[in-house]
């Protein structure tokens, strides 16, 4: 009687969603996916970076996340400068007003809680604290699922981030490290989860193996946020030994797929076709993380930077050699069995690449066999990862738990701090 009596869940998404980073969307998708088939009678909308592209994609009303439509450019001029700072005060306001009409909101994944890519204080962080901020003031359940989280160095980062995790309703994350960072910098976590990334609740495309096809992964990398100094050197070397890589592929006669996964991306494709030339090599063109997978499920071998690209090669059960530029990525392959084949992003040797490279297609075999089980027991975590969401934020709206005494590892969704 309750049920239908009830009116429908107001449920928000919010992030930097439809702002052409691929990564974040798939995540946004996973939870569509969960809400759509767990909560049907959900009334969903999203705060985000993109809103044109998420409203046209995935079907939602979406409202534009900053006031201030120059947010993400650098203000040099005094208008530019006053306008930031006030849609510091909008944005306040007008969070507030958005999270006072939901019942939950939902942050999907993506790395909030880490800066290992360039990040000012004022501009996301500041965004997620508000958020949250709202959420405990206007008694809104905020939870931050599946979220990547890191060591911070900048303080004023940091202390936005903290805050912004202590006053979620909830949280749970895509690995222990991220827990571990949250914890070290001074939030509870005896009571939050670790789950595998909410990528990998996404469907695989069919699609057949190209014979000897190998999809190269780039990014338009300059270090962490701690690396501003050093970011061109960081960016030159990582570009020259990429390139020379994916060169050292063609002159052997392999066909080359360079993947990105984020629209600042294109130049780092632009430059390493100039500098190959080869009609081996060529650009993908993938506008969602379908797109990506299609293209990871079609190659013999990935080599890769962004962390989804590696999510997603991994995922269609691809043997995987990842341009580690975070502990993430390294944590991501070891979770996945493939620890032993990463190579470091800042320091990219394209001599030791090569070898590295040979030796997962010397035991692509193995890696296949062993990339299936990891992501079978992945599907199970999630599972019981969405079902744990469902008794957290939708407490009227689920069924009765049902007691699982299986210590097995698919039911190990928590795991021991």
């Known amino acids: 009687m309750r049920a239908a009596t009830a009116p429908p869940v107001r449920v928000g998404v919010f992030g930097l969603l439809g702002s ?70 909008v944005d306040a306001c007008r969070t507030a007003a958005w999270v006072r009409r939901h019942d939950v909101v939902i942050v999907p994944g993506m790395g909030v809680l880490e800066a290992t890519l360039p990040l000012r204080p004022w501009g996301f962080p500041y965004a997620l604290f508000l958020l949250c901020a709202s959420g405990r003031l206007l008694r809104t359940r905020v939870a931050l699922v599946g979220v990547g989280a890191a060591a911070i160095g900048s303080r004023p980062t940091r202390a936005l981030v903290r805050w912004s995790a202590r006053l979620a309703a909830h949280r749970s994350y895509r690995d222990t490290l991220s827990r571990d960072a949250i914890r070290a910098m001074g939030v509870d976590t005896a009571h939050d989860e670790v789950c595998p990334d909410l990528a990998f609740a996404l469907p695989v495309p069919r699609v057949a193996t190209v014979p000897g096809r190998v999809c190269v992964g780039v ?4 270090g962490g946020d701690d690396d501003r100094a050093r970011a061109e050197e960081i960016h030159r070397r990582y570009l020259d030994g990429t390139t020379r890589f994916v060169r050292a592929l063609a002159r052997d006669g392999r066909e080359v797929r360079l993947l990105t996964g984020d ?23 993938t506008a969602t993380l379908a797109d990506l997978m299609k293209e990871t499920a079609a190659a013999d071998t990935v080599v890769a930077t962004r962390y989804h690209n590696l999510v997603c090669a991994l995922k269609t059960g691809t043997p995987t050699l990842a341009l580690s530029y975070a502990a993430k990525s390294e944590a991501l392959m070891d979770r996945m069995g493939l620890g032993a084949h990463c190579h470091p992003a800042r320091a990219v040797d394209a001599g030791r690449l090569l070898a590295q490279f040979r030796e997962v297609e010397r035991t692509a075999a193995e890696l296949r066999r062993t990339l299936a089980e990891r992501n079978r027991t992945a599907a199970r975590h999630l ?17 009765a738990p049902d007691p699982d005494p299986d210590p097995s590892p698919s039911h190990a969704l928590r795991e021991t701090p």
């Not at 629209?263 to 063109?285: F, H, K, R």
């Open 383 to 399: 599972d019981r990862h969405f079902t744990a969401l469902t008794a957290a934020l939708f407490p009227t709206t689920g069924p």
């Open 219 to 222: 990014m338009a990398f300059h």
């Open 20 to 89: 052409g980073n691929l990564g974040n969307d798939g995540s946004l998708e996973a939870v569509l996916g969960y809400l759509r088939a767990e909560h049907p009678e959900a009334v969903v909308d999203a705060l985000c970076g993109g809103p044109e592209t998420v409203a046209a994609r995935y079907r939602i009303p979406a409202t534009r996340l900053h006031w201030y439509r120059g947010e993400y450019r650098t203000a040099s001029r005094a208008g530019a400068i006053a306008g930031k700072g006030l849609g510091k005060l």
């Open 263 to 285: 629209a600042v991306d294109a130049p780092v494709v632009a430059a390493i076709l100039g500098a190959v030339d080869s009609p081996l090599v060529t650009a993908a063109e």
